[in-house]
């Protein structure tokens, strides 16, 4: 197989939506929990975690639109409620009620804003949220998202730099342990920058990323009475501690625990810490 093909199992686990096909991962049984990964990124990330919670929940991860094994289209929907609408839909594919969902980084806010969502309008209900490394911050992008989004430059960043050494500086700053970058973990998010349309769909993710309202959602967030837990990871380069927290200022049912010698991506850092974690909150509001 060419490093740009999509394997056959990929596309047998998939559901479409609009006409895009979607591919995910449903592994365990019982009280559901659907992840969500972030900008540039796949369902890999939650590999520890599903392994860790499969034996007790029914784990469900998917890749965004424009990420891992999903598909691509030339098209310009892939702002958050695009996002959010496609997590939506899986869930009602799969006839999932009293989810928690769990985002990481751009997840979070994609999370957040399916969980608005169906409280409005989807027969899809949200029990609770799990948040790692999110922020409401819209003008505090890190550098390569704010780069992306600059016309021209954004096509000339990707088109130049090789996947491998993109992903493995991006990598570098996601971890706080740059030791845990290893070959092989650079090629298991590299592989997917590889795939023909993965250009247009980061670049217009991430000029799409801060909704054109983004104090209006904020206002709509602190309406929003679902139990969330807010993960930090305590050397965030990414995301600073700051915009973290301040995230639970605007959830009113939101609490914050921090993961220390942990980056941006603390589920992969520190599985062991983040699984008891969502054990011990999901406990409190999952239903079979």
């Known amino acids: 197989m060419s490093a740009t093909e999509v394997p056959r199992e ?5 559901y479409v939506h609009d006409g895009v096909r979607i591919h995910f991962r449903d592994r365990g049984a019982g009280s559901a929990i659907v992840l969500i990964h972030g900008f540039g990124a796949s369902l890999d990330t939650w590999r520890y975690l599903e392994d860790g919670l499969k034996n007790e929940y029914r784990v469900v991860s998917l890749d965004l639109k424009g990420h891992g094994y999903s598909d691509r289209p030339l098209d310009d929907r892939y702002s958050l409620q695009d996002h959010a609408a496609v997590v939506l839909g899986l869930m009602d594919h799969l006839n999932l009620k009293n989810v928690v969902l769990a985002g990481n980084s751009l997840g979070c806010a994609i999370a957040l804003m399916a969980a608005l969502k169906a409280q409005q309008e989807s027969s899809a209900t949200v029990a609770a949220i799990v948040l790692i490394a999110g922020s409401l911050d819209g003008d505090k992008l890190p550098l390569y998202l704010r780069l992306l989004r600059l016309p021209v430059i954004g096509s000339l960043a990707t088109k130049l730099t090789p996947a491998t050494f993109g992903t493995r500086l991006i ?6 342990d740059d030791e845990k970058v290893t070959d092989s973990l650079v090629e298991l998010y590299a592989k997917y920058q590889r795939i023909a349309g993965t250009e247009h769909a980061l670049i217009t993710t991430a000029r799409q990323m801060i909704p054109a309202d983004i104090s209006g959602l904020r206002e709509a967030l602190k309406n929003l009475q679902i139990p ?11 995301i600073s501690r700051e915009s973290a927290e301040r995230v639970c200022q605007i959830l009113p049912r939101c609490r914050a625990v921090t993961i220390e010698q942990a980056g941006h991506v603390p589920q992969e850092e520190k599985p062991e810490e983040v699984i008891p974690l969502i054990k011990d909150f999901v406990a409190k509001f999952s239903r079979h």
């Open 10 to 14: 990929a596309i047998d686990n998939s």
């Open 171 to 176: 990598l570098k700053r996601a971890y706080y």
């Open 228 to 238: 969330t837990l807010n993960i930090i990871g305590e050397h965030d380069q990414i």
